[in-house]
């Protein structure tokens, strides 16, 4: 959803997350996330240099295990603030820029349309964990079980180097 900036009012604009259509797509891609609810709002408002956008939502679904590949459920909540700015600050003929912390919490758009849709996975990516595991007791234990043809024997990425050792 692209929303241009000259359309954002003095009061700025809400929209509403749904797992409809754009967002649950957005949302499904950005956390490789089956999405069962997702419910929030993104307030965007006009800045001096750009735009700000404040996200609020919660999204779950189920997640694929990171140790042991099994569907685990997992909800990711974003509560968070970006910045964005036109492009064209980043052009002005300097070879070397000296960064302050606060610019690298900053995001870049073409100063004329915002697309939301990129703000969202933004978002949820930042606020989603690392690695999703399970809390079965037995996770990790199907990983790498896949068998080399050696009487069920697992094929381990690492089992060339057990004779170096």
Same mark, same amino acid.
Do not use: N
């Given at each position: 959803?692209?929303?241009?900036?000259?359309?954002?009012?003095?009061?700025?604009?809400?929209?509403?997350?749904s797992p409809? /259509?754009p967002?649950?797509?957005?949302?499904? &891609? /950005?956390?490789d996330l089956?999405?069962? /609810?997702?419910?929030?709002?993104?307030d965007?408002?006009?800045?001096?240099?750009g735009a &700000?956008?404040?996200?609020?939502?919660?999204?779950?679904?189920?997640?694929?295990?990171?140790r042991c590949?099994?569907?685990?459920?997992l909800?990711?909540?974003?509560d968070?603030?970006l910045?964005?700015r036109?492009?064209?600050?980043? +052009?002005?003929g300097?070879?070397? $820029?000296?960064?302050s912390?606060g610019?690298?919490? $900053?995001?870049?758009f073409?100063?004329?349309?915002? +697309?939301?849709?990129?703000?969202?996975?933004?978002?949820f990516?930042?606020?989603?964990?690392?690695?999703?595991?399970?809390?079965r007791?037995?996770?990790?234990?199907?990983?790498? +079980?896949? &068998?080399?043809?050696? +009487?069920?024997?697992? /094929?381990?990425?690492?089992?060339?180097?057990?004779?170096?050792?």
């Amino acid at each position: 959803m692209q929303v241009g900036i000259d359309t954002i009012g003095p009061k700025g604009r809400q929209v509403q997350l749904s797992p409809s /259509s754009p967002w649950g797509d957005v949302v499904a &891609s /950005s956390l490789d996330l089956t999405v069962a /609810s997702l419910d929030g709002t993104l307030d965007v408002k006009r800045t001096a240099r750009g735009a &700000s956008v404040v996200i609020r939502a919660t999204a779950s679904g189920t997640h694929l295990c990171d140790r042991c590949g099994q569907p685990t459920p997992l909800s990711v909540e974003v509560d968070t603030t970006l910045a964005y700015r036109p492009s064209a600050e980043l +052009d002005d003929g300097q070879e070397e $820029v000296e960064l302050s912390e606060g610019d690298l919490d $900053v995001g870049f758009f073409d100063g004329v349309t915002l +697309d939301l849709t990129d703000v969202v996975a933004e978002g949820f990516a930042l606020a989603a964990p690392d690695r999703v595991t399970c809390d079965r007791s037995d996770c990790g234990d199907t990983v790498g +079980d896949a &068998s080399d043809g050696q +009487d069920g024997a697992s /094929s381990s990425p690492f089992a060339a180097l057990k004779d170096l050792l």
